[in-house]
Structures are given as structure tokens and as C-alpha cells.
């Protein structure tokens, strides 16, 4: 499913993918509402056919889809904008393990989502990123693009735990390639472990403190170094996005 014209707060189908043929929607009528769950009729031409059919898509809250994201959560609210926009999706159908570890593939891939999923050639150096994973193509476009670079010239480690900071440096420099102003920088001499955040990192993280994209896991610790778990990218990425 291809999501296309902003605002976030709906989505207007440009490429919906029907499940049940091969058609592929190039024309479309309709917005469908992302912030009210409920089912909603979306209008829809088939190929080249001026006939409008209609279909049915539920939108589902996210403690209605994930039995483990409950509405006193504090990330309730990140999780739900995420997932009703096809941002990040469940660790299965009915759950989606807020306090997970990230993956770096995995957050590549939710880039590479918010960049509308662009057709990829080429190739990448990186010998444990195979063309049958679900993160190979974003992989190959982070690394075309300059966001995504490997821990050595060969491995990408797609699988490792990621970081904070290495989340951080990520939305960096995906902001960097969409134009986004990445000039304000905040003073993080308050946190008592900025001298652990690596040299890489350290612009990343003086400007997503400064936007507000991450806080500290106390008001005197960034944790750069810790590892970042799924509800912390989901509200980094909520909080991104509100701001744009």
C-alpha cells in the first residue's frame, strides 16, 4: 500500500495494492482518516478504468490490533500514529513488542517507509544483507543515500541491537537527505554521560535533543549507548513527524 500526500493525518491511496488481484489503483477518490479507528468505504479506479469500485478497510486502534500496547501506556499514543499509518507495523498480527530491542535493518526499513518506499537499484558491500530479507532494499537505499553505513566496509549488521545514538544519527541524516534543516544544536554538557556519545553521533544527538525528537531516560542521562527499544522509535518518529 502507498501512502502519498501529506498531511499525516490521512492518507490518500495512490498505489493500493489489491490482495484478491493484480490490479493496481493509478487513480484515487477519497481520503481515508487515519485518526478515527472504524471501517471506512474507499473509492478506487482499476487501471486505466474510469468505472469507480469501492472497497472496504478497517482501521483498527492500536490496543484493539495489539493486545500488548494498552491505552495508559505512555506510548500508547506513539504506537497507535505509527502503526494506523503503516510506519511501523506489529511482530505479528496481534502484538508489537513495545519494549523490544530495535534492529538497525529494522529501522532502516521505517525510514525507508517514511521516504515512500522508492524503487531501488544496485547493489550493496555488505555480505550479511541478502536480497531475501525484508530489509534489503532499504538497506541499498540508506547506503545509496548516505543514512545508512556500515559498521566495517563489509558487514551492515542489520541484525544488531541498535542503539540510541545510532537511531538518532539515522533520522539525522535521512533529515539531511529530504531537505530538512538540521542546523539547531543543543548544549548537552547537562547530561552527565555526553562524553560516552561517539564522535559520529554527537551532531545527531545536539540536534534531535535540540528539536525534541529524544529526551534522556532521566533528566541527567542520555543513554546514548543503551540500546533503543521499539515504543522509543515510535515516539521519536511521532514526534518527527508532528514537527515537519
Known amino acids: 500500500m502507498g501512502y502519498g500526500d501529506t498531511p499525516w493525518g490521512a492518507i490518500r491511496f495512490q498505489e493500493l495494492e489489491l490482495y484478491a488481484a493484480s490490479n493496481v489503483v493509478r487513480d484515487y477518490e477519497g481520503i481515508l482518516s487515519t485518526e478515527i479507528p472504524g471501517t471506512y468505504q474507499v473509492a478506487f479506479k482499476k487501471g486505466l478504468q ?21 491505552t495508559d501506556a505512555w506510548y500508547y499514543d506513539a504506537v497507535d500514529y505509527v502503526a494506523s499509518r503503516g510506519i511501523m507495523i506489529g511482530t505479528s498480527d496481534n502484538t508489537f513488542s513495545p519494549v523490544a530491542k530495535m ?26 544483507v541478502k536480497e531475501n530479507r525484508f530489509f534489503y532494499q532499504a538497506v541499498v537505499w ?12 563489509a558487514t551492515f549488521a542489520p541484525d544488531s541491537d541498535m542503539t540510541r545514538e545510532q537511531m538518532v544519527t539515522f533520522l539525522y541524516r535521512y533529515s539531511e537527505m529530504a ?60 514526534r518527527y513527524l508532528e514537527e515537519a
Open 50 to 70: 474510469t468505472t469507480l469500485n469501492t472497497m472496504e478497510v478497517i482501521v483498527e486502534s492500536a490496543e484493539t490490533k495489539f493486545q500488548d500496547v494498552k
Open 103 to 128: 534492529t538497525r535493518g529494522q529501522m532502516i526499513t521505517i525510514l525507508y517507509r517514511l521516504a515512500g518506499s522508492p524503487a531501488v537499484e544496485g547493489t550493496v558491500p555488505f555480505t550479511d
Open 142 to 153: 540508506a547506503y545509496q543515500n548516505g543514512i545508512g553505513k556500515g559498521t566495517t566496509l
Open 179 to 238: 531537505g530538512v534543516d538540521v542546523s539547531e544544536k543543543a548544549d548537552l554538557s547537562s547530561y552527565t554521560d555526553a562524553s560516552t556519545i561517539s564522535a559520529y553521533a554527537v551532531q545527531a544527538m545536539a540536534w534531535a535533543v535540540a528539536e525534541g525528537h529524544i529526551i534522556g531516560v532521566t533528566e541527567t542521562r542520555l543513554a546514548p549507548r543503551g540500546d533503543a527499544i521499539r515504543a522509543q522509535v515510535a515516539e521519536m518518529i511521532m
